[in-house]
Protein backbone atom coordinates (compact mmCIF):
# COMPACT_ATOMS: atom_id res chain seq x y z
CA UNK A 1 0.00 0.00 0.00
CA UNK A 2 1.13 3.37 -0.75
CA UNK A 3 0.93 6.14 1.32
CA UNK A 4 2.60 9.04 -0.49
CA UNK A 5 3.48 10.30 -3.55
CA UNK A 6 6.91 9.99 -4.54
CA UNK A 7 8.83 12.12 -5.71
CA UNK A 8 8.42 16.28 -5.54
CA UNK A 9 7.20 18.53 -8.67
CA UNK A 10 9.41 20.63 -9.93
CA UNK A 11 6.04 22.28 -11.19
CA UNK A 12 2.39 22.54 -9.56
CA UNK A 13 2.33 21.54 -5.79
CA UNK A 14 4.37 19.90 -3.58
CA UNK A 15 3.09 19.03 -0.01
CA UNK A 16 5.71 17.00 2.28
CA UNK A 17 5.72 15.96 5.89
CA UNK A 18 3.05 18.08 6.61
CA UNK A 19 1.76 18.70 10.01
CA UNK A 20 -0.80 20.88 11.27
CA UNK A 21 -2.18 21.71 14.98
CA UNK A 22 -5.83 23.58 15.97
CA UNK A 23 -4.65 24.65 19.66
CA UNK A 24 -2.93 21.63 21.20
CA UNK A 25 -5.21 18.67 18.74
CA UNK A 26 -2.69 17.23 16.30
CA UNK A 27 -4.53 17.20 12.75
CA UNK A 28 -2.42 15.92 10.34
CA UNK A 29 0.34 13.68 10.45
CA UNK A 30 3.24 14.21 7.90
CA UNK A 31 0.64 14.42 4.94
CA UNK A 32 2.16 14.47 1.50
CA UNK A 33 0.43 14.99 -1.64
CA UNK A 34 1.79 16.07 -4.94
CA UNK A 35 -0.30 17.94 -8.01
CA UNK A 36 1.63 17.93 -11.92
CA UNK A 37 0.55 20.75 -13.91
CA UNK A 38 -2.80 20.01 -15.42
CA UNK A 39 -4.03 17.25 -13.85
CA UNK A 40 -6.92 16.86 -11.11
CA UNK A 41 -6.16 14.93 -7.92
CA UNK A 42 -8.73 13.96 -5.46
CA UNK A 43 -8.54 14.09 -1.93
CA UNK A 44 -10.90 11.13 -0.57
CA UNK A 45 -11.84 10.70 3.02
CA UNK A 46 -14.93 10.28 5.57
CA UNK A 47 -15.86 13.28 7.53
CA UNK A 48 -13.17 14.90 9.43
CA UNK A 49 -10.32 12.74 7.74
CA UNK A 50 -8.12 16.22 7.86
CA UNK A 51 -9.21 17.26 3.80
CA UNK A 52 -10.74 20.64 5.06
CA UNK A 53 -7.63 21.11 7.77
CA UNK A 54 -5.28 20.14 4.27
CA UNK A 55 -6.61 22.70 2.19
CA UNK A 56 -6.53 25.41 4.58
CA UNK A 57 -3.14 24.73 6.12
CA UNK A 58 -2.18 24.85 2.33
CA UNK A 59 -3.45 28.43 2.49
CA UNK A 60 -1.90 29.78 5.29
CA UNK A 61 -5.24 29.28 7.66
CA UNK A 62 -4.12 27.26 10.05
CA UNK A 63 -2.36 29.08 12.81
CA UNK A 64 0.65 26.28 13.65
CA UNK A 65 1.73 24.43 10.14
CA UNK A 66 4.70 22.33 10.02
CA UNK A 67 6.16 21.01 6.83
CA UNK A 68 7.25 21.31 3.21
CA UNK A 69 4.95 23.30 0.78
CA UNK A 70 6.09 23.86 -2.55
CA UNK A 71 4.61 25.83 -5.54
CA UNK A 72 5.97 25.79 -9.06
CA UNK A 73 9.20 25.18 -6.91
CA UNK A 74 9.25 28.16 -4.78
CA UNK A 75 8.16 27.56 -1.16
CA UNK A 76 5.01 29.18 0.15
CA UNK A 77 5.47 27.59 3.74
CA UNK A 78 4.81 30.41 6.15
CA UNK A 79 3.72 32.87 3.64
CA UNK A 80 0.51 35.51 4.63
CA UNK A 81 -2.84 34.13 2.62
CA UNK A 82 -2.92 36.83 0.34
CA UNK A 83 0.12 36.52 -1.01
CA UNK A 84 0.02 32.67 -1.64
CA UNK A 85 -3.00 33.74 -3.83
CA UNK A 86 -1.33 36.09 -5.74
CA UNK A 87 1.57 33.40 -6.71
CA UNK A 88 -1.66 31.49 -8.17
CA UNK A 89 -3.24 29.17 -5.78
CA UNK A 90 -6.96 29.19 -5.86
CA UNK A 91 -8.89 28.27 -2.55
CA UNK A 92 -12.74 27.34 -3.23
CA UNK A 93 -14.05 27.08 0.80
CA UNK A 94 -16.48 24.29 1.43
CA UNK A 95 -19.16 27.08 2.82
CA UNK A 96 -18.86 29.11 0.08
CA UNK A 97 -18.76 32.46 1.50
CA UNK A 98 -19.87 34.58 -1.83
CA UNK A 99 -21.09 37.94 -0.77
CA UNK A 100 -24.65 37.64 -0.47
CA UNK A 101 -25.82 41.33 -1.00
CA UNK A 102 -23.79 41.85 -4.24
CA UNK A 103 -25.13 40.62 -7.26
CA UNK A 104 -23.44 37.78 -9.36
CA UNK A 105 -21.44 40.27 -11.27
CA UNK A 106 -20.03 42.32 -8.58
CA UNK A 107 -18.81 38.88 -6.86
CA UNK A 108 -16.90 38.50 -9.80
CA UNK A 109 -15.17 41.89 -9.80
CA UNK A 110 -13.90 41.32 -6.11
CA UNK A 111 -11.82 38.48 -7.23
CA UNK A 112 -10.08 39.69 -10.35
CA UNK A 113 -6.17 39.59 -9.85
CA UNK A 114 -3.62 40.10 -13.61
CA UNK A 115 -3.28 36.80 -15.89
CA UNK A 116 -0.87 34.13 -15.42
CA UNK A 117 2.16 33.65 -18.23
CA UNK A 118 0.74 31.13 -20.69
CA UNK A 119 -2.81 30.89 -18.84
CA UNK A 120 -5.25 32.31 -21.57
CA UNK A 121 -7.05 35.15 -18.88
CA UNK A 122 -10.60 34.33 -17.25
CA UNK A 123 -13.34 37.52 -18.18
CA UNK A 124 -16.76 37.55 -17.02
CA UNK A 125 -17.72 36.63 -20.75
CA UNK A 126 -15.55 33.67 -20.75
CA UNK A 127 -16.95 32.42 -17.22
CA UNK A 128 -20.10 32.56 -18.61
CA UNK A 129 -19.66 30.60 -21.28
CA UNK A 130 -18.40 28.28 -19.08
CA UNK A 131 -21.34 28.98 -16.77
CA UNK A 132 -24.07 29.86 -18.76
CA UNK A 133 -26.60 29.52 -15.19
CA UNK A 134 -24.72 32.69 -14.33
CA UNK A 135 -24.84 34.65 -17.13
CA UNK A 136 -28.75 34.64 -17.04
CA UNK A 137 -28.27 35.24 -13.43
CA UNK A 138 -25.73 37.90 -13.68
CA UNK A 139 -28.10 40.55 -12.17
CA UNK A 140 -28.97 38.64 -9.24
CA UNK A 141 -28.02 39.11 -5.62
CA UNK A 142 -26.05 36.07 -4.44
CA UNK A 143 -28.32 35.72 -1.57
CA UNK A 144 -31.01 34.76 -3.97
CA UNK A 145 -28.94 32.39 -5.52
CA UNK A 146 -29.68 28.38 -5.21
CA UNK A 147 -26.91 26.26 -3.81
CA UNK A 148 -25.92 24.87 -7.10
CA UNK A 149 -26.17 28.57 -8.03
CA UNK A 150 -23.66 30.00 -5.48
CA UNK A 151 -21.43 26.85 -5.71
CA UNK A 152 -20.59 27.56 -9.50
CA UNK A 153 -20.32 31.71 -8.58
CA UNK A 154 -17.66 30.58 -6.11
CA UNK A 155 -15.16 28.70 -8.54
CA UNK A 156 -15.99 31.39 -10.90
CA UNK A 157 -15.32 34.21 -8.75
CA UNK A 158 -11.74 32.42 -7.86
CA UNK A 159 -11.10 32.05 -10.99
CA UNK A 160 -11.26 35.59 -11.92
CA UNK A 161 -8.45 35.71 -9.74
CA UNK A 162 -6.22 34.03 -12.87
CA UNK A 163 -4.92 31.07 -10.99
CA UNK A 164 -2.63 27.84 -12.18
CA UNK A 165 -3.95 26.03 -9.76
CA UNK A 166 -7.21 25.19 -7.60
CA UNK A 167 -8.38 24.02 -4.17
CA UNK A 168 -12.04 22.56 -4.40
CA UNK A 169 -13.13 21.52 -0.92
CA UNK A 170 -16.58 19.41 -1.22
CA UNK A 171 -17.66 21.10 -4.83
CA UNK A 172 -20.43 18.55 -4.69
CA UNK A 173 -21.78 18.59 -1.39
CA UNK A 174 -25.32 18.93 -1.20
CA UNK A 175 -25.80 19.25 -5.04
CA UNK A 176 -29.12 17.53 -6.58
CA UNK A 177 -27.55 14.68 -8.82
CA UNK A 178 -27.93 16.87 -12.40
CA UNK A 179 -25.89 19.64 -10.92
CA UNK A 180 -23.27 17.32 -9.73
CA UNK A 181 -23.22 15.86 -13.26
CA UNK A 182 -23.12 19.76 -14.95
CA UNK A 183 -20.08 20.50 -12.08
CA UNK A 184 -18.09 17.51 -13.19
CA UNK A 185 -18.13 19.47 -16.92
CA UNK A 186 -17.08 22.78 -15.64
CA UNK A 187 -14.47 20.94 -13.70
CA UNK A 188 -13.36 19.23 -16.86
CA UNK A 189 -13.78 22.02 -18.84
CA UNK A 190 -11.12 24.20 -16.27
CA UNK A 191 -8.78 21.13 -16.49
CA UNK A 192 -8.74 21.52 -20.46
CA UNK A 193 -8.12 24.88 -19.99
CA UNK A 194 -4.47 24.17 -18.45
CA UNK A 195 -5.80 24.70 -14.67
CA UNK A 196 -4.68 21.97 -12.07
CA UNK A 197 -7.01 20.89 -9.43
CA UNK A 198 -7.09 19.52 -6.12
CA UNK A 199 -10.81 18.52 -5.11
CA UNK A 200 -11.54 17.19 -1.67
CA UNK A 201 -14.65 14.73 -2.17
CA UNK A 202 -16.89 12.26 -0.58
CA UNK A 203 -18.80 11.06 -3.45
CA UNK A 204 -16.90 8.70 -5.35
CA UNK A 205 -18.94 8.94 -8.25
CA UNK A 206 -18.36 12.54 -9.13
CA UNK A 207 -14.34 11.60 -8.05
CA UNK A 208 -13.99 9.02 -11.02
CA UNK A 209 -15.55 11.17 -13.65
CA UNK A 210 -13.29 14.25 -12.92
CA UNK A 211 -9.71 12.80 -11.62
CA UNK A 212 -6.36 11.27 -12.63
CA UNK A 213 -5.12 10.60 -9.29
CA UNK A 214 -5.92 9.84 -5.79
CA UNK A 215 -5.00 10.15 -2.24
CA UNK A 216 -7.18 8.67 0.63
CA UNK A 217 -6.93 10.43 3.75
CA UNK A 218 -8.12 8.82 7.30
CA UNK A 219 -7.48 10.73 10.75
CA UNK A 220 -4.68 13.37 8.75
CA UNK A 221 -2.41 10.92 7.03
CA UNK A 222 -2.34 9.72 3.48
CA UNK A 223 -3.31 5.98 3.55
CA UNK A 224 -3.21 4.94 -0.04
CA UNK A 225 -1.80 6.98 -3.18
CA UNK A 226 -2.61 6.47 -7.02
CA UNK A 227 -3.73 6.67 -10.42
CA UNK A 228 -8.04 6.40 -10.28
CA UNK A 229 -7.41 3.21 -12.52
CA UNK A 230 -5.43 1.68 -9.77
CA UNK A 231 -7.91 2.85 -6.72
CA UNK A 232 -10.86 1.65 -8.80
CA UNK A 233 -9.12 -1.90 -8.92
CA UNK A 234 -8.54 -1.99 -5.23
CA UNK A 235 -11.96 -2.54 -2.95
CA UNK A 236 -9.62 -3.26 0.15
CA UNK A 237 -8.99 0.38 0.31
CA UNK A 238 -12.25 1.98 -0.30
CA UNK A 239 -13.47 -0.64 2.34
CA UNK A 240 -10.74 0.33 5.02
CA UNK A 241 -11.05 3.57 4.58
CA UNK A 242 -14.34 4.95 3.03
CA UNK A 243 -17.31 2.60 3.85
CA UNK A 244 -19.41 4.13 5.93
Known amino acids: MSAAFESPAVLGLAVNKLNAWYGQAHILFDMAIEVKPGEVVALLGRNGAGKSTTFRSIMGLVP ?142 FARLISDRVAVIEKGAVRYAGTMADFQARPDIRDAFLAV
Do not use: C
Open 64 to 205: KVEGDISFNNVSIAGLPTYEIVRRGLGYVPEDRRIFTDLTVEENLSVGVQPPRPGLEPWTPERLYDVFPNLRELRGRQGGRMSGGEQQMLTIARTLMGNPSLVLLDEPSEGLAPKIVEQMADIILKMKASGLSLVISEQNLH
